[in-house]
């Protein structure tokens, strides 16, 4: 799923092409993707766009008469752009919808049979309020203080608590495991089981992260649009890392698998060398579930 870091930089291609242009029309080529019905969809076509905005891992496309286009790309939702031409493009079968803008196509695709990518027609600061999960968001938050509060204020491990949008705004699997690995600590953890050292260790390493992520994904895509939006980066620490080598102790990387996820970890660095019980595997092996990487 793009998060914190691919949603700034496509925001950010998108705004060098579409604002201040008119979008001329609107195809939906899936019924699952619109979920309003008021405004209607067409309430959109020939306007212009004048404001674009992040909201949480939402784009949020502003269009004149106060009208917003909110897209949710999900885990397998992406986003193209095609430069108007003579050229015709061809239309796949991953195709959502295509909002065809007087300069070019921006193109909404998602890979897989599940239909998850949303977009919502809405009017207003209150339109996009109720859209608002409220997690707070970590680079503007000017000290810890915030970020301790809503990081404690329930006892969940801590790879929770980091991917919640209701505590923390942009964050998902991904990187909050390169978070984790920067901060040196259980993604298992209980958060009021952390010490204020633990706490601020922690803040640091979200900054530092999200920070470095933009800037890295800033300077790969240049004056170009991001198209190699993926959720395992050439440069991760452990996220997607399995078994391969930690880049800071050279033990290799572990994982929790659950469900669609993963959580990925470096044992020595994180767990003091405690190899986290697997929901799955670890319930077949029992007793003989490892408990130590050396194991």
């Known amino acids: 799923m793009p998060e914190y870091p691919d949603i700034v930089v496509y925001i950010e291609a998108l705004e060098s092409r579409i604002r201040g242009r008119r979008l001329r029309r609107v195809h939906i080529a899936s019924p699952f993707l619109l979920r ?8 959109v076509e020939n306007k212009s766009v004048v404001e674009l ?19 949710h790309l999900m885990i397998a939702g ?43 027609i809405v009017v207003g600061e209150a339109g996009l309020r109720d859209l608002n999960p409220g997690g707070l968001e970590i680079l503007e938050s000017k000290d810890s203080k915030g970020f301790a509060a809503a990081l404690q ?3 969940h491990t801590l790879k929770r608590a980091l991917t919640d949008p209701r505590l923390f705004s942009g964050i998902g699997n991904a990187y909050s495991d390169e978070i984790l690995f920067a901060a040196q600590l259980s993604p298992v953890k209980l958060t009021q ?5 633990e706490v601020e260790r922690l803040y640091a390493a979200t900054h530092n992260t999200l920070t ?19 959720a395992f980066r050439e440069g991760m620490a452990v996220h997607g890392r399995y078994k391969l080598p930690c880049p800071r102790c050279g033990v ?3 994982r929790i698998r659950y469900a669609t996820n993963e959580t990925n970890y ?7 060398g405690k190899l986290l019980a697997d929901r799955a595997l670890s319930r077949i092996l029992r007793d003989d579930w490892p408990k130590t990487a050396d194991e």
Request: proline share 4%.
């Open 53 to 71: 905005r992040r909201l949480g891992k939402r784009i949020c496309i502003g269009m004149e008469d106060n009208l917003w286009l909110v897209l």
């Open 193 to 197: 089981k952390l010490t204020s050292h």
């Open 212 to 230: 470095e992520w933009v800037e890295r994904l800033r300077k790969e895509t240049g004056a170009g649009f991001p198209e190699g939006v993926t």
């Open 153 to 155: 204020s329930a006892n």
């Open 266 to 272: 470096c044992p020595a660095c994180q767990t003091s």
């Open 78 to 120: 992406r986003l193209h752009w095609k430069e108007r031409s003579t050229t015709v493009v061809k239309r796949s079968k991953r195709d959502l919808a295509v909002f065809e803008f007087e300069n070019g196509l921006l193109i909404l695709t998602e890979a897989g049979s599940q239909r998850r990518a949303s977009l919502h």
């Open 252 to 254: 290799r990387i572990q």
């Open 36 to 43: 309003t019905a008021v405004p209607p969809i067409s309430s």
